[in-house]
């Protein structure tokens, strides 16, 4: 990875956070434990890049200006939330479950 796309990203990313930082703190808690759930079993694109967590903050600036609460916007299940947001991607939890297969099968080769 070159320097001026680390830039680039760190750039982006302080723009982003600026973005989280500007919603209603309701928005902002729920945000972060979605950032959280999403960076500990979420999709392996998030290693692209901020586009998902762009989108969640798109669409939580649209439930701000509509005077929506946040569980309005998500529903009250938030882990459900983020599993449909990561319903058709590859996640982590795939790339153990691929791994651990790839072993026993070679193993049970043997």
Request: proline residues 2%; charged residues 30%; contains cysteine.
């Amino acid at each position: 990875m070159s320097i001026k796309k680390i830039i680039e990203g760190k750039k982006e990313w302080r723009a982003h956070v600026s973005r989280v930082k500007a919603l209603p703190q309701d928005y902002q808690i729920v945000y972060k434990e979605i950032q959280k759930y999403l960076f500990k079993v979420g999709p392996v694109e998030l290693n692209e890049g901020i586009g998902l967590l762009s989108e969640i903050v798109s669409f939580f600036e649209e439930g701000a200006a509509a005077r929506k609460g946040v569980l309005e916007v998500t529903g009250t299940d938030v882990a459900a939330f983020c599993d449909a947001l990561m319903e058709d991607s590859k996640t982590y939890a795939d790339l153990y479950q691929e791994s651990v297969n790839q072993k026993v099968d070679k193993a049970m080769k043997k």
